[in-house]
């Protein structure tokens, strides 16, 4: 800290010029090279494959774009706004990689299918650590917040094995599309709830049939996608995220047929593994057996499949070597 009236003089950090000079570029060409070269000393190789790459890409996209500087400095601007558009509890930049697909993307490269295990969909940015422990049976909504649905079935491993004390957190939008986060008046948590699969690995709780709804659009990214004329729904789905020691994590969602968005999701989030049918409950005696207080109430059945670590792993290292094969020929 200096005194009034002292100036000390700028401190630089303790990297000097790199071991060879860098041509003064008389053209854009060199320019790339050089914001290439100059991370070249990067001790991490990882940090420095990463980087390179994204000069190289960006680069690309500015040529590619013939990008005036208008547009640059209003993609900046929209990046800024993007940035403060964030809080403890809304994530514009999720909205923009997701809108972006980027999200679904590294979901895909990092979990890869695998036969006989459920598949992976987008975490999205409505999962809060504050949900109750609801117990086998019960309900994860208050009353009045939609259509019934039994939600049953069982944690599995792909060997068909049952998964005890696994514990599974869900959560969805009420009947009107909200998450319980985007109601200013939130006191506790609803239509959200964490439960553990039995010792033969069934676990069952009540919901309301999940609707679809819009993503955030009164922010940057909204404004982005009414730009370029596309919707901002999502089809309706119910989150699930499940985990058991030994086994990997595994975050997905159901999404019910015939869904008017369930092939245009705005984030790109459906597979079709998880587009699943819901069934309907017939008898007043099973609505009362099952703990509604009348029906309708359709029903999903649905088996969860998880991978071991070592599984998830070996999946995951055969995507990792093919896209190291692919990406050394860059450069
Ligand atoms: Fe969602």
Not at 118 to 126: A, D, H, I, K, M
Not at 222 to 245: C, S
């Amino acid at each position: 800290m200096s005194t009034p009236g002292e100036v000390k003089k700028a401190i630089s950090n303790p990297f000097g010029p790199p071991k060879e000079p860098l041509p003064l570029p008389e053209n854009d060409e060199i320019l790339t090279k050089n914001a290439l070269k100059v991370f070249d000393e990067t001790p991490n190789p990882r940090h420095k494959f990463i980087f390179q790459n994204l000069v190289r890409h960006l680069h690309a996209f500015v040529k590619e774009t013939d990008i005036s500087t208008e547009e640059w400095m209003a993609t900046i601007q929209f990046l800024t706004e993007t940035g403060q558009k964030c809080t403890s509890i809304r994530q514009e930049f999720i909205l923009l990689s997701d809108v972006l697909g980027v999200s679904a993307l590294v979901d895909a490269i990092n979990n890869p299918s695998v036969a006989g295990a459920t598949e992976t969909s987008v975490f999205g940015p409505f999962y809060t650590e504050d949900a109750h422990d609801v117990p086998f049976g019960e309900s994860i909504a208050s009353e009045g917040k939609g259509d019934y649905m039994l939600v049953k079935g069982r944690v599995l491993d792909v060997q068909g094995q049952p998964v005890p004390n696994a514990t599974i957190e869900t959560w969805e939008t009420d009947g009107f599309g909200f998450y319980d986060t985007q109601y200013v008046n939130r006191e506790v948590p609803d239509c959200r709830g964490r439960l553990q699969s039995d010792k033969d690995g069934y676990y069952q709780y009540r919901a309301i049939v999940p609707v679809s709804y819009p993503i955030p659009g009164d922010g940057p990214v909204g404004k982005m996608l009414e730009l370029v004329h596309r919707h901002n729904n999502r089809p309706a789905h119910l989150h699930v995220m499940i985990e058991a020691p030994g086994y990997h994590k595994l975050i997905t969602a159901v999404y019910p047929e015939g869904d008017p968005y369930v092939t245009s999701d705005t984030v790109f989030g459906v597979k079709k593994s998880l587009v699943v049918k819901l069934d309907i409950l017939e008898s007043d005696e099973e609505i009362k057996k099952y703990g509604f207080k009348h029906g309708p109430v359709k029903v999903l059945n649905q088996d969860f499949i998880l991978l071991t670590e070592q599984q998830a792993a070996e999946a995951r290292s055969k995507v990792t070597e093919a896209n190291i094969l692919k990406d050394t020929t860059f450069f």
